[in-house]
C-alpha cells in the first residue's frame, strides 16, 4: 500500500510538472518593467487582453519580473545566451540596437501611427524596421517655482537686479519673463538670480540643480541643451560631428552655473533622486527632470514644502529651437520566443486605441496623439502635454539607437563630468569624446 | 578496513571538489579563452582565439592604469586606516570589552550592513537638503562641506569604507592581544616596563604577525571594492572613483568590450595571487623562524 502511495505521488508529480511545462509552452511570456506605473499598466492591459472573448487559450499572456537594477545588463546576458524564458521583453531606445541581434521585428495595428504619430513610433525603430511597441514615453519637464517667477515679474526692484545679475555673469541685461517663453540664457539668468550666494536676497538657496553625477542618464538630460544650439552626434554622412560650438556653449553653460554655486555643491554626485529631493525641499526655483517625476513634486503628501507651486513647462528655447530628449519604453519580439505566433497578436493588440487606454487609464505614460489622448485626458490630464511635446519638440540624436548608443552616452557621462570637475579642458573633453565615439560608431 | 580508509577521503571530498569545478573551474576556464579571443555579446559561443592582443590593448589603456592606481591607493590607505583604528581600540578598550563583552557584537555590527547597502545609506546621510551631517553643519557652520564633490569625494570614501571596515581589523587584533601569555606581561612588569614599553617592545611584536594579516586581508577587500563606491558615486566624475572592479564591470556591461573587461579581471585575479603566495611565505617563514 505504502508503495502504492508513493508511485501515485510520484506520476502525480509528474503530471503536474508536464501539465505547467506544457502551459508556461503555449502561453505568451512576457518580460515587463518591474515595479512602478509600468508594471501596474502592464499588468492591466494583460488582464484585458486575456479577459478577451477571441484570445485563444494558447495566446494568454503572462507576466515575468525581475529587478530593475541591472535590468539592461541582465536582459542582454540573457538574450547573449540565447533565452527562451520569454517571448516578448522590455525594450529602450538607447538599447535598441544593442538588442537588435537577438531580436525579430514586429507588426503593429492598422492604426499604430494614429495612436502614436511618427515622434513616438521611432523611438522603437532600428534600421528602419519597427522592433517594439510603444508602451512608456519618457522626456524632459522643466519645473519651476511658479509663486517665485510670479513675485520676480511683479518686482520692478527685483527685475533690475535680475538685469545687473545677468550681465555681469552672462554678459547681457536680460528681463524676467514666463517660463514658456525662455530661452536657456533666461534659464541660466534665473539660474544665477536665485542663487542666494550670487543674490542674497534669494528666497531659494540655489536657482537649480543640475544632474551631473558621470550617469548616461544624466547627459539624456543635459542633451537638450545642446540640442537646441543645433548639436547633434553625427551629420547626415554619418560622421562624428560633437565637437561643435552647439556642445562646447552647451558644456560652458553647465559648468558656469556649478562653478558659480548655482547648483548645489554635490552635484557631481547627483542624478534624478537628489534633485528631486533638492527641488522638494523648496530650495531650488527650476530645473530640468524627466516628466517621471511629475507626479511626486507637484503631490502635496510628498513634496509638501512646494505643493502647489510648481508649474511645468517643455524646457526652454535655443538658436535652433526648442527640444526635449525623448525616448520609449515598450516591448520587443524575442528571437528564440517558443510562441512567436501568439506574442505577435499581443504586440499588435498592444498597438490599438483599445489597449492604450487600458494602459493609459492603469498609470502606464505612452506617448499618444492629440486624438487619442482626448480619450483619457479626464483621468490623466498629465499625458496631455506627454504627446503635445513629444511631437512638437521631441527628437532623438542621430544614432541615438545604434549598437552602440548606451556606450556613446557612458562615454560623454564621462568626458563631459570630467569637464565639469574640472579634471580636464573643454578641448580635451570633446576631443576625446570624439575620438571615442568614432571608435564606438564606426 | 584498510580499503575503506583509502577510498574515505576521496568519496568524502568528491562533492566539494565537483562544486569547485562547476561553478569556479568551468568559469575561469571560459574566461581564460575569452581574454584570448575576439568577443562579443554575439559570439559568446563562438569565441575567436586571438593571441594576447586582449592583454596588450588592456596594459596599454591609460584607464586601466587609472582604475589600478585608485584601487592601489583606496586599499592601502584604508587597509592602513582600518588596522591603526582597530589596534587602538583593541588595546586601549581591551579592558572594558573583558568587563562588557557583549559590546563586542555592538563593535562588531557595521560589518553586518552589506556594502551597498553601506553606499545607498551614505546617499542620504550626505545629502544637503535630507541628510543629517549637512543639516547639522549648516546650523554649526552656517554651511556645509561637499562631501562628494570632485575634491572631497576619495577622502569621503575613505571615511565610509573606513567606518564599516574597522571593526574587521579590530577583532583579529582583538583576539592576537588577549592571546598574549599573562606571564610575559607580568615578567616585564617586574623588570619595571611601563605601559608604553610594554605596549611597542612585548605586546606589538606578538601582535605583528596578525596585524600584517589582518592588513593584507583588508587591502585586497579595499583593492578590489565595487558596491558601496559604485552605489554612492558611481565611477565618479571623469572617471575619478573608477576602481579595478568597477572598470571591469564598465568595459564588459556598458561598453560591451568583453575581452577587454575579461582580460583586465584576469590580470587582477594574478595579481591578488602573487600577493596571497608572498602573504602564505611570509607567514610560513615565520612560523618556522
Given at each position: ?27 505568451v511570456?512576457v518580460l515587463g518593467w518591474p515595479g512602478g506605473p509600468e508594471e501596474t499598466a502592464l499588468r492591466a492591459a494583460s488582464e484585458a487582453y486575456n479577459a478577451k472573448?477571441?484570445t485563444?487559450?494558447?495566446?494568454k499572456v503572462e507576466l515575468i519580473f ?22 516578448l521583453?522590455l ?42 511597441v510603444p508602451t512608456d ?192 519604453l515598450g516591448l ?14 499581443f504586440a499588435?493588440w498592444l498597438s490599438t486605441p483599445e489597449a492604450v487606454t487600458v494602459y493609459a487609464r492603469n498609470g502606464g505614460a505612452p506617448?499618444l496623439?492629440?486624438?487619442i489622448?482626448?480619450t483619457v485626458?479626464?483621468e490623466r490630464?498629465?499625458l ?59 | ?289
Amino acid at each position: 500500500m505504502k508503495r502504492y502511495t508513493s508511485l501515485n505521488f510520484t506520476a502525480l508529480a509528474c503530471a503536474a510538472l508536464l501539465a505547467t511545462t506544457s502551459l508556461s509552452q503555449a502561453a505568451v511570456t512576457v518580460l515587463g518593467w518591474p515595479g512602478g506605473p509600468e508594471e501596474t499598466a502592464l499588468r492591466a492591459a494583460s488582464e484585458a487582453y486575456n479577459a478577451k472573448s477571441d484570445t485563444a487559450e494558447d495566446d494568454k499572456v503572462e507576466l515575468i519580473f525581475f529587478n530593475r537594477d541591472g535590468f539592461f545588463d541582465k536582459l542582454q546576458a540573457d538574450l547573449a545566451a540565447g533565452t527562451d524564458a520569454f517571448d516578448l521583453n522590455l525594450l529602450a531606445t538607447y538599447s535598441i540596437g544593442r538588442y537588435a541581434p537577438f531580436m525579430k521585428p514586429i507588426e503593429l495595428s492598422d492604426n499604430a501611427q494614429d495612436v502614436y504619430g511618427d515622434a513616438v513610433l521611432s523611438t522603437m525603430q532600428f534600421d528602419g524596421k519597427q522592433y517594439g511597441v510603444p508602451t512608456d514615453l519618457s522626456m524632459h519637464f522643466m519645473y519651476y517655482r511658479k509663486d517665485l517667477i510670479d513675485a520676480l515679474l511683479a518686482d520692478e526692484a527685483a527685475k533690475s537686479r535680475y538685469g545687473e545679475i545677468s550681465e555681469k555673469y552672462l554678459g547681457e541685461a536680460l528681463m524676467p519673463k514666463n517660463p514658456d517663453d525662455w530661452s536657456w540664457k533666461d534659464y541660466a539668468a534665473t539660474a544665477l538670480y536665485f542663487t542666494k550666494a550670487i543674490n542674497p536676497d534669494s528666497p531659494t538657496r540655489y536657482g537649480t540643480v543640475l544632474q551631473m553625477k558621470n550617469l548616461l542618464f544624466n547627459i539624456m538630460v543635459f542633451h537638450s541643451l545642446p540640442r537646441s544650439n543645433g548639436g547633434d552626434w553625427l551629420d547626415a554622412e554619418g560622421n562624428v560631428v560633437v565637437d561643435s560650438d552647439a556642445y562646447r556653449d552647451a558644456l560652458k553653460m553647465y559648468k558656469l552655473l556649478a562653478d558659480n554655486g548655482a547648483t548645489p555643491k554635490d552635484s557631481l554626485s547627483y542624478e534624478y533622486a537628489e534633485a528631486n529631493a533638492a527641488f522638494g525641499a523648496g530650495q531650488v526655483a527650476a530645473m530640468m527632470q524627466w516628466n517621471a517625476a511629475a507626479g511626486d513634486l507637484t503631490n502635496a503628501e510628498t513634496t509638501p514644502v512646494i505643493a502647489g507651486k510648481v508649474g511645468t513647462v517643455a524646457p526652454p528655447t535655443g538658436p535652433e529651437g526648442r527640444f526635449t530628449h525623448i525616448h520609449g519604453l515598450g516591448l520587443g519580439l524575442n528571437k528564440n520566443a517558443r510562441n512567436e505566433d501568439g506574442a505577435r497578436r499581443f504586440a499588435k493588440w498592444l498597438s490599438t486605441p483599445e489597449a492604450v487606454t487600458v494602459y493609459a487609464r492603469n498609470g502606464g505614460a505612452p506617448g499618444l496623439t492629440e486624438k487619442i489622448v482626448a480619450t483619457v485626458a479626464e483621468e490623466r490630464p498629465d499625458l496631455v502635454p506627454l504627446g503635445d511635446y513629444a511631437s512638437n519638440y521631441g527628437f532623438v540624436m542621430n544614432g541615438g539607437t545604434s549598437a552602440k548608443a548606451l556606450s556613446v552616452y557612458e562615454l560623454q557621462a564621462k568626458e563631459f563630468t570630467g569637464y565639469w570637475a574640472g579634471q580636464q579642458s573643454l578641448d580635451e573633453a570633446l576631443t576625446k569624446t570624439k575620438s571615442g565615439m568614432e571608435e564606438l560608431l564606426k | 578496513m584498510l580499503a575503506a580508509n583509502k577510498y574515505e577521503n576521496p568519496i568524502l571530498l568528491a562533492p566539494m571538489v565537483l562544486f569547485l569545478l562547476a561553478f569556479l573551474g568551468f568559469p575561469a576556464v571560459v574566461d581564460i579563452i575569452y581574454s584570448f579571443s575576439e568577443i562579443t555579446f554575439e559570439t559568446l559561443r563562438a569565441p575567436k582565439l586571438s593571441g594576447i592582443g586582449n592583454y596588450q590593448k588592456v596594459l596599454a589603456d591609460p584607464e586601466f592604469w587609472q582604475a589600478a592606481g585608485f584601487s592601489l591607493k583606496f586599499g592601502l590607505v584604508t587597509a592602513a586606516l582600518e588596522c591603526l583604528l582597530g589596534l587602538f581600540l583593541a588595546v586601549f578598550l581591551s579592558p572594558l570589552f573583558e568587563k562588557r563583552t557583549w559590546l563586542l557584537a555592538v563593535i562588531m555590527m557595521p560589518m553586518m550592513v552589506a556594502p551597498a547597502m553601506v553606499g545607498l545609506m551614505y546617499r542620504l546621510v550626505l545629502h544637503e537638503f535630507v541628510g543629517p551631517l549637512p543639516y547639522y553643519f549648516y546650523i554649526w557652520f552656517g554651511d556645509s562641506p561637499s562631501f562628494l564633490g570632485s575634491d572631497n569625494i576619495f577622502t569621503t570614501l575613505v571615511i565610509i569604507e573606513t567606518l564599516q571596515w574597522t571593526p574587521f581589523a579590530f577583532l583579529l587584533c582583538y583576539v592576537a592581544y588577549r592571546g598574549i601569555p599573562a606571564e610575559l606581561r607580568e615578567a616585564a612588569s617586574v623588570d619595571g616596563a611601563k605601559a608604553l614599553r610594554m605596549l611597542w617592545y612585548i605586546e606589538l611584536p606578538l601582535m605583528l604577525p596578525t596585524i600584517a594579516i589582518a592588513f593584507f586581508i583588508r587591502f585586497i577587500d579595499g583593492f578590489r571594492v565595487f558596491d558601496n563606491i559604485f552605489v554612492l558615486a558611481g565611477s565618479g566624475p571623469g572617471g575619478s572613483t573608477t576602481s579595478m572592479s568597477i572598470f571591469i564591470y564598465l568595459a564588459f556591461f556598458k561598453l560591451g568590450k568583453i575581452g577587454t573587461a575579461v582580460a583586465a579581471s584576469m590580470l587582477l585575479f594574478v595579481a591578488v595571487l602573487c600577493l596571497l603566495v608572498v602573504v602564505s611565505r611570509l607567514s610560513q617563514r615565520r612560523a618556522s623562524a
